[in-house]
């Protein structure tokens, strides 16, 4: 059996949580020191596949990545030539810390 590292662990990758409107950690959401900055991540309108019109709402870890992944195209398009780390060295230094409330359990457990 090889070795294998997680994602997160590797110095260029930013990984994500989620948070509610309220900025409690969601319960299906990454957590632990591997985590570099959090997003929404409930109840965020979005469009619907197939659809050019529609929106629905949506929540979930992917979808507080893909408002992280969002800055980072904005940033990445006046600085095309940034290396990953000095695009999360950006992003992270744009977030605001301390802001998330109950890392230690989730929202819906009863924070």
Known sequence: M????I???????ISV???????????WSNYG???GVYAKGENVR?????????????SGT???AAIVIGHIAAYLGENS?????EVRDW??????KGKVKNLNKSYREGA
């Open 7 to 13: 994602p997160s662990t590797l110095e260029s990758v």
């Open 91 to 96: 992003i992270l230094s744009r977030c605001v």
């Open 46 to 58: 979005g469009p619907v596949s197939k659809s050019v019109k529609a929106r629905a709402k949506r």
């Open 17 to 27: 949580g989620a948070v509610s409107k309220f900025n409690f950690r969601l319960r």
């Open 2 to 5: 090889g070795f294998y590292r």
């Open 62 to 64: 992917s979808v507080a």
């Open 81 to 85: 030539e940034a290396t990953p780390s």
């Open 33 to 35: 020191s591997c985590v």
